[in-house]
């Protein structure tokens, strides 16, 4: 059993940066596989960025590709996202999500565990 539980989101201006942090319960971390997806008020939950066991591979959705970038440290078992030149569509709940595999988690079926998720909202 993996507990998630997310942090750092809020109210920022467009163009501004933010940091978000995961932390995550368990021995295990480095078990698994790490990402970050979001959901817009009427929309779907999407994938954000992912990243392997071992911090060693990264990949990212288009939508952020250059502005957000994935980190882990598996020593202290967090995963955080920080992002860079935020824009007003970057608005959402941004959960944190684990599976165990090599695989990078990419997809909202593949989660074995969610986070309950971090507000942020960028105004214009």
């Known amino acids: 059993q993996v507990q998630l539980v997310e942090s750092g989101g809020k109210l920022v201006q467009a163009g501004d940066s933010l940091r978000l942090s995961c932390l995550a319960s368990?021995?295990?971390?480095?078990?698994?596989?790490m990402s970050w997806f979001r959901q817009a008020p009427g929309k779907e939950r999407e994938f954000v960025a992912a990243?392997?066991?071992?911090?060693?591979?990264?990949y990212y959705a288009d939508s952020v590709k250059g502005r957000f970038t994935i980190s882990r440290d598996n020593a202290k078992n967090t995963v955080d996202l920080q992002m860079n030149s935020l824009k007003p569509e970057d608005t959402a709940l941004y959960y944190c999500?684990?599976?165990?595999?090599?695989?990078?988690?990419?997809?909202?079926?593949?989660?074995?565990?969610w986070g309950q998720g971090t507000q942020v909202t960028v105004s214009s």
């Open positions: 999500a684990a599976r165990r595999s090599l695989i990078l988690l990419t997809s909202t079926r593949g989660a074995d565990y």
């Open positions: 368990g021995r295990t971390f480095s078990g698994y596989a």
């Open positions: 990243i392997s066991r071992s911090g060693g591979e990264t």
